[in-house]
């Protein structure tokens, strides 16, 4: 963030490339504090840091704090110079001594005066004295409403299919209130306040997509309005996992859409992913207590599970499993190879991203994976050691002509991958055998999940599912796709199920996806916590008829298929 600091100067961040060492190697790279005069003149740099990616001086040049690795630190500023290059400073073995400030968090720091500086991190707010070197903390209680639809809606005569021990109700009502679930299967609808006759559809439970990156476009300023969220909603899935985001755009994004001031699913996440040596939100973990502090600050900061991200040692990721233990979250990883994944799980995390690049799975592995009551997340859609499969959907139909894509996709990251494809054998694909390997972990007690990683927002989660009916049959897709990844999110007791108690999460459909799993797409509604929406539009339908809003994103003009002349778009000669 630009600031103003000493002699009324504008300072800022810019990336700084490593100069070449004689003899190979490099030093010097990360990010530079600079700045100019009010008026733009005299650009100067005045200090360069491995990965700050907050810098502030304080306002008398005295000092600098910066924030690395999500953590706040000061360290004296030479204002005047040192003479040749920029004063370098560095948190660990460093030539200048630096005092870290927070261990368990800390961000966005700003100086009060030349002598305090305030900083924050999850509920805690922080205020820091330079001239005594002590910390004043303020815990902030801020609160808003959760959006939870009054009054009761029923949907009746319509097929069920709980996956409540794989129940199917061949003609039942759904009754909600409150955004849940009261009755399932013979009820009454008396003085129900709206009944929505469902005779001839199926009705599912809304999907747990638990791999979903779709909170990328947007840093800092969100949107009311926002695509990236809005599509999953539209295509079914009502509550997503990104395991892996920056933390600053993910949960704040969550709590808006939680209290009703956005339309997307229920968001949950890992936040930024906890990754080996030190970065810009990274720290290198060397012992257990490192370990602790990055996970406490995950949970402070709203994570649901925490991501271990190619941490290089054995006790580095046992020592993250047993912080995640210890704090009292789930933990996932990059899954890799499969002695490696076989490691993860026999030191406690829970489960794991990614397919296995070893395929078929053979039995002692699965039983193996089983017996733990491990989750595998294959991520279908780019699995597997051979090519994507996703690749296999872009040319297995026309997607960019698809209307709902084009509804709720900006065109620019529609058509370029959608409409010149590869077109390869059927064979070349691997997700029968990775599917197979997950149904496989699944008969022997373990469990997936459905990750469809966002490369083609909305209609991947389908793709995800088909490809794991090759293996687990329709019913066993669809358990997958609510149940499994429920669980795996820890949130079973509210979601994954039509079950009485539980959060009306629902897909209602034309046709029955028992017969035909291909039969998700065809959605008549979708309902997020007893909100009723249109599938195509999100119109909400009830408990208010409100329009969506705005579809700023599309363009119709490059949507336009028709046959033009070479000088429609020539401008009329001058006279």
């Keep these: 963030r630009p600031s103003y600091g000493p002699e ?33 003149s005299d ?41 040749g290059d920029a004063q370098r400073i560095e948190k660990r073995r460093g030539q200048f001594p630096v005092t870290q400030l927070t ?29 005594t070197g002590r910390t004043d903390t303020v815990r902030l209680a801020v609160a808003v409403p959760r959006a ?7 949907l009746t005569n319509a097929r069920i299919v709980t996956l409540n021990k794989r129940q199917v109700i061949e003609r039942g009502t ?17 003085g129900v306040d709206r009944v929505v006759n469902g005779n001839g559809k199926t009705i599912i439970p809304g999907w747990v997509d638990m791999h979903a990156h779709h909170y990328r476009e947007w840093r800092g300023m969100r949107p009311t309005h926002d695509y ?39 968001g949950f996440s890992t936040g930024d992913n906890i990754t080996a040596g030190d970065a810009s939100r990274a720290n290198e973990i060397n012992n257990p207590a490192d370990a602790l502090a990055m996970v406490r600050k995950m949970a402070d900061w709203g994570a649901a599970s925490i991501k271990q991200y190619a941490q290089p040692r054995r006790d580095q990721r ?11 979250l789930n933990e996932t990883s990059e899954g890799g190879h499969f002695m490696e994944d076989l490691g993860f799980i026999m030191d406690g995390q829970t489960g794991w991203e990614h397919s296995f690049s070893e395929v078929p799975m053979y039995s002692d592995g699965a039983k193996f994976l089983g017996k733990a009551g491990a989750t595998y997340s294959p991520t279908l859609v780019v699995a597997g050691p051979s090519a994507w499969s996703i690749e296999y959907w872009f040319g297995e139909s026309d997607v960019w002509k ?43 007690g373990g469990w997936g999940a459905m990750g469809s990683h966002g490369e083609q927002h909305g209609i991947a989660p389908h793709w995800e599912v088909w490809m794991g009916a090759s293996a687990l049959g329709n019913m066993g897709a669809l358990e997958v796709a609510s149940l499994h990844g429920a669980r795996f999110l820890g949130a079973d007791k509210d979601l994954g199920s039509i079950e009485v108690g539980k959060l009306a999460d629902l897909m209602v459909l034309n046709r029955n996806p028992l017969d035909n799993i291909r039969n998700t797409l065809d959605m008549q509604y979708v309902m997020k916590g007893g909100v009723l929406y249109d599938a195509m539009s999100l119109d909400q339908v009830w408990p208010k008829a409100v329009p969506f809003g705005p579809y700023y994103w599309v363009n119709d003009d490059v949507l336009q298929m028709n046959t033009k002349k070479t000088d429609t778009f020539d401008k009329p000669k001058k006279p």
């Design 43 to 83: 650009k100067q740099e005045h200090l360069s840091f491995p990965a700050a990616d907050e810098i502030v001086p304080s306002p008398t040049g005295e000092f600098v704090a910066f924030q690395e690795g999500d953590n706040v630190y000061v360290a004296p500023m030479a204002w005047g110079g040192i003479g």
């Design 174 to 190: 759904i009754v909600v209130k409150a955004g849940r679930i009261t009755c399932v299967g013979t009820c009454s609808t008396a």
């Design 103 to 131: 261990r368990d968090g800390g961000l966005f720091p700003r100086w009060r005066n030349a002598t305090t500086l305030e900083y924050g991190s999850g509920e805690r707010f922080y205020v820091h004295h330079m001239e």
């Design 318 to 328: 046992q020592w993250m499993a047993e912080a995640s233990r210890t704090v009292g």
């Design 228 to 266: 990236e969220q809005a599509i999953y909603l539209a295509y079914g899935v009502t509550t997503t996992t990104d395991v892996s985001m920056y933390s600053q755009n993910m949960f704040p994004t969550a709590e808006l859409i939680e209290a009703g001031e956005m339309i997307g699913p229920r």
């Design 402 to 444: 698809d209307p709902k894509q084009r509804r709720w996709f900006p065109w620019r990251m529609l058509v370029p991958q959608t409409r010149i494809r590869w077109q390869r054998p059927a064979t070349d694909y691997s997700y029968p055998l990775v599917a197979q390997a997950m149904a496989d972990i699944i008969a022997e």
């Design 8 to 40: 009324g100067r504008v300072f800022w961040i810019d990336e700084k490339a490593g100069a070449a060492a004689a003899g190979g190697g490099g030093r010097g790279g990360g990010t530079a504090l600079m700045s100019v005069k009010a008026d733009g």
């Design 148 to 154: 939870i639809p009054a009054g009761s809606v029923a």
